[in-house]
T-cell receptor
Framework: DSGVTQTPKHLITATGQRVTLRCSPR?????VYWYQQSLDQGLQFLIQ???????AKGNILERFSAQQFPDLHSELNLSSLELGDSALYFC?????????????FGEGSWLTVV | QQQVKQSPQSLIVQKGGIPIINCAYE??????FPWYQQFPGKGPALLIA?????SEKKEGRFTISFNKSAKQFSLHIMDSQPGDSATYFC???????????????FGKGTHLIIQP
C-alpha cells in the first residue's frame, strides 16, 4: 500500500458527461501528480500541484482541469468526455518539489466512457 | 517527442532466465533514473533507481546498468521467477523532463512474462 488513495476505483459514464476523480496523497506529501495510462500511450503526465499551487503542466487537454485543496487532496475534473478519454488515471505524490524524491502512485481510477 | 524510449514492448522468458529491458534517453539534464514495476490492477511501484554517476546498482535480484556516454540504461532480473511477471517502466527525472517540475517521464513499458 503506497499510502496514496484514489476514488472512485471504477467509473462508467457516457460521452459528453463530466466526472471528478479524487486523490488523497500520502501523509505529509506536498506534491501531487496526475497521470493518464492507456495501452498505446503508456503513462502520460498530465499536471502537478505543489502545496496548492499548479507547478507544471504536461499533456493535459483543455477539457480537463485539476486543483489541490488546502488539506492537500486533489481533484481531476474531466468534462465533455469522449470515448478516447477511457483510460486509467493515476494520482501520485512525493514529499517535496526537490528532485530525487520517490513518487508514490495510487491504485488508479478506471474510467470507461461509453 | 518521446524523451525516454523503452524496449522491448513485451518479453517472455523461462523461469531462471535473465530478462533484460533497455531504455534510451536524449536529455542530458536527466539526473535520476528509476524503474517501476506494475502488477495488474495496481499502480506502479518503485523497484530500483540509479543516478548517472554510478554505472551499476544491484538490489536483490534486480540490477540497473547505466551507460552515461551512450545515454542508455537497462534493467536485468537475475534468476527470474513467475512472480516477476509484470509491466516494467523505466523513467527519468530532471529539469524540463516533461514530467513536471520534478516529475518523471516514463518509457512506454515492457510487459514481462516469466514462464514456469
Amino acid at each position: 500500500d503506497s499510502g496514496v488513495t484514489q476514488t472512485p476505483k471504477h467509473l462508467i459514464t457516457a460521452t459528453g458527461q463530466r466526472v471528478t476523480l479524487r486523490c488523497s496523497p500520502r501523509s505529509g506529501d506536498l506534491s501531487v501528480y496526475w497521470y493518464q495510462q492507456s495501452l498505446d500511450q503508456g503513462l502520460q503526465f498530465l499536471i502537478q500541484y505543489y502545496n496548492g499551487e499548479e507547478r507544471a503542466k504536461g499533456n493535459i487537454l483543455e477539457r480537463f482541469s485539476a486543483q489541490q485543496f488546502p488539506d492537500l487532496h486533489s481533484e481531476l475534473n474531466l468534462s465533455s468526455l469522449e470515448l478516447g478519454d477511457s483510460a486509467l488515471y493515476f494520482c501520485a505524490s512525493s514529499p517535496t518539489g526537490i528532485f530525487g524524491n520517490t513518487i508514490y502512485f495510487g491504485e488508479g481510477s478506471w474510467l470507461t466512457v461509453v | 517527442q518521446q524523451q525516454v524510449k523503452q524496449s522491448p514492448q513485451s518479453l517472455i522468458v523461462q523461469k531462471g532466465g535473465i530478462p533484460i529491458i533497455n531504455c534510451a534517453y536524449e536529455n542530458t539534464a536527466f539526473d535520476y533514473f528509476p524503474w517501476y514495476q506494475q502488477f495488474p490492477g495496481k499502480g506502479p511501484a518503485l523497484l530500483i533507481a540509479i543516478r548517472p554517476d554510478v554505472s551499476e546498482k544491484k538490489e536483490g535480484r534486480f540490477t540497473i546498468s547505466f551507460n552515461k556516454s551512450a545515454k542508455q540504461f537497462s534493467l536485468h532480473i537475475m534468476d527470474s521467477q513467475p512472480g516477476d511477471s509484470a509491466t516494467y517502466f523505466c523513467a527519468a527525472r530532471g529539469a524540463h523532463s516533461g514530467g513536471g517540475a520534478d516529475g518523471l517521464t516514463f518509457g512506454k513499458g515492457t510487459h514481462l512474462i516469466i514462464q514456469p
